[in-house]
């Protein structure tokens, strides 16, 4: 079975909606969608070098 690499934009939505239910914060939650992007990895990465 084929592991799906991306989420679909109404999964998106759906853990926007979650993580706002939780009372994350905006900036908690695109640091939180980064993160699973693994956008915040690259980032770190790029500043050690």
């Known amino acids: ?3 799906l690499k991306a ?6 939505l759906n853990l926007i909606e979650w993580l706002k ?3 994350f914060t905006s ?3 695109v640091d939180c969608i980064e993160s699973v992007e693994g956008k915040k990895k690259k980032d ?3 500043k050690d070098d």
């Open 21 to 23: 239910s939780k009372n």
């Open 7 to 12: 989420m679909t934009a109404r999964e998106v």
């Open 44 to 46: 770190e990465e790029e």
């Open 1 to 3: 079975m084929e592991v």
């Open 27 to 29: 900036d908690d939650i």
